[in-house]
């Protein structure tokens, strides 16, 4: 079962890789996701080197359905945020899932 990743874990992880006190990987970390939220509130492509890309994309108008009543609802056009994982990121993640699997953990990657 996969476990979230919590702010406070990060904060943990960075401080044992770099040895920073807590308040400076805290400073460091809300610094690190602020220029990501900026760069993208302001339209910008993010591009992280060996992880990946977020952008931006819009969604136009649609038909929706109320899954409680079944009655369809318009949802409205709005922008959003995507993720498209670097090739160096996939291959990494598709190696560990396959060191587990061969490990007798299943794990389906796609």
């Given at each position: 079962?996969?476990?979230?990743?919590t702010?406070?874990?990060l904060?943990?992880?960075?401080?044992?890789?770099v040895?920073?006190?807590?308040?400076?990987?805290?400073?460091?970390?809300?610094?690190?996701?602020a220029?990501?939220?900026?760069?993208?509130?302001g339209?910008?492509i993010?591009?992280l080197?060996?992880?990946?890309?977020?952008?931006?994309?819009d969604?136009?108008?649609?038909?929706?359905?109320?899954?409680?009543?079944g009655?369809?609802?318009?949802?409205?056009?709005r922008?959003?945020?995507?993720?498209?994982?670097s090739?160096?990121?996939?291959e990494?993640?598709?190696?560990?899932?396959?060191?587990?699997s061969?490990?007798?953990?299943?794990?389906?990657?796609?």
């Amino acid at each position: 079962m996969a476990a979230d990743l919590t702010k406070a874990e990060l904060c943990d992880a960075v401080q044992r890789e770099v040895g920073w006190t807590r308040h400076e990987v805290r400073l460091f970390v809300d610094a690190f996701f602020a220029v990501i939220r900026e760069r993208l509130e302001g339209g910008e492509i993010v591009k992280l080197s060996g992880f990946g890309v977020f952008s931006l994309r819009d969604k136009g108008r649609r038909p929706g359905r109320n899954p409680r009543t079944g009655e369809v609802v318009p949802i409205e056009p709005r922008r959003v945020v995507t993720f498209h994982a670097s090739r160096k990121l996939r291959e990494a993640v598709a190696e560990a899932s396959s060191v587990k699997s061969s490990a007798g953990v299943a794990v389906e990657v796609p």
